[in-house]
């Protein structure tokens, strides 16, 4: 077991695109630590740049407090499942899983013992002798984690692991993983652009942007209070309202009406205002204090709950309902919130004033 250490780390490919741009990270030893951005923020290259296999340009990396920033990938202690699975076509599924092994001339004895007893692990019992072409998608997911666990590095590194698969083997296997991930109790570092995904499986998760570090957090930290704007508006299966605001003596005047606030922003700042759709309430009858008055426009359903668009002078507010309280569209309501769930972002930077 293992934590991974980069500071000031930069990976600068020959044509000048700096991926990864200067970066200080720690992953604790055991601890499911998902990297997450958007495609070309710089996420896979930093994986790679942790495995060795690309160079890091500046800084350094540490596993287990060992600097290995120049040590070849092989002598790193790290395993990792590429996003395709990079498995053998012509190798049983036990050979691809003792592979490892094989290169580091362990006796056939224990290979076919480890194979075994991670097979059993893994949920692949009974297909050790099929090929890999004779697999399903999720099967040969599988062998590929199987094959990095055998190989019994410090981390685990994985990429885009749950990409190939469809919806619904997606939530089996991310439901598996983290089981798998917890059981075994190994440093993992997971890269994905899904955000979902992330705050499902993650203990932490580091928000990437142009090869920079935007937010690190827990799923519900960088859910209930993203840092920036940036964040704000990645996380989140229904988007956050952002709209311009300024602060009053009353809270924040917004979109034709007042939401409270906590803290000491100054009076007459201009700022952009937060606040997620589930932390709104919704109400159709008589209403006082703080809040927008607003027309239902349209309402989306999501399951058990509603995503209601409401018009507030002019702004589009969205708030959830539970899927029985949907109103009708044209109806007149009145939304408020908790001051604790009312952000305020700097108008120009995005970030968030404290
Ligand atoms: P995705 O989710 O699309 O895989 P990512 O966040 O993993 O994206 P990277 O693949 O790390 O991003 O790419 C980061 C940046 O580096 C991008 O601008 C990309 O075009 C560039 N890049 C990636 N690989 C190379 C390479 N081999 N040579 C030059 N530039 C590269």
Do not use: W
Request: net charge negative.
């Amino acid at each position: 077991m293992a934590g991974i250490d980069i500071e000031g780390l930069a990976t600068v490919y020959p044509n000048g695109v700096r991926a990864v741009d200067g970066l200080d990270l720690h992953v604790a030893d055991g601890e499911f630590f998902a990297l997450l951005g958007p495609s070309g923020c710089g996420k896979t290259t930093l994986l790679r740049t942790i495995a060795g296999l690309e160079n890091a340009s500046e800084g350094t990396v540490r596993i287990d407090a060992a600097d290995v920033t120049r040590t070849e990938p092989g002598k790193r202690g790290v395993a990792m499942v590429f996003q395709d699975y990079a498995l053998f076509p012509h190798m049983s599924v036990a050979e691809n899983i003792t592979y490892p092994l094989k290169v580091r001339r362990v006796a056939a004895a224990t290979r076919a013992e480890t194979a075994e007893r991670t097979a059993g692990e893994l949920s692949l019992d009974g297909l050790l002798e099929r090929r890999p072409g004779q697999l399903s998608g999720g099967q040969q997911q599988r062998v590929a984690l199987a094959r990095a666990i055998a190989s019994q590095g410090k981390v685990l590194l994985l990429d885009e692991p749950l990409s190939n698969l469809d919806a619904r083997l997606r939530l089996e296997a991310r439901t598996f993983l983290k089981k798998l991930q917890r059981d075994l109790g190994i440093t993992t570092v997971f890269v994905t652009h899904d955000q979902a995904e992330a705050l499902a499986l993650a203990d932490r998760i580091a928000v990437m942007e142009s090869g920079k570090l935007r937010q690190l957090g827990t799923p519900r930290e960088v859910f209930a209070r993203p840092v920036n704007t940036f964040v704000a508006n990645f996380i989140g299966s229904t988007p956050m309202n952002l709209a311009p605001g300024v602060v009053s003596a009353a809270g924040v005047s917004v979109a034709g009406g007042t939401l409270p606030v906590e803290g000491f922003t100054p009076e007459g700042a201009e700022v952009t205002v937060g606040v997620r759709p589930e932390y709104l309430t919704l109400t159709t009858g008589d209403a006082t204090g703080p809040g927008l008055r607003g027309t239902v426009v349209v309402a989306e359903n999501l399951g058990v709950q509603s995503l209601v668009s409401v018009d507030c002078d002019g702004t589009l507010i969205g708030v959830t309902v539970p899927e029985e309280e949907e109103p009708e569209p044209g109806k007149p309501v009145f939304l408020t919130a908790p001051a604790a769930r009312v952000l305020l972002y700097d108008a120009e930077s995005g970030e968030l004033l404290a």
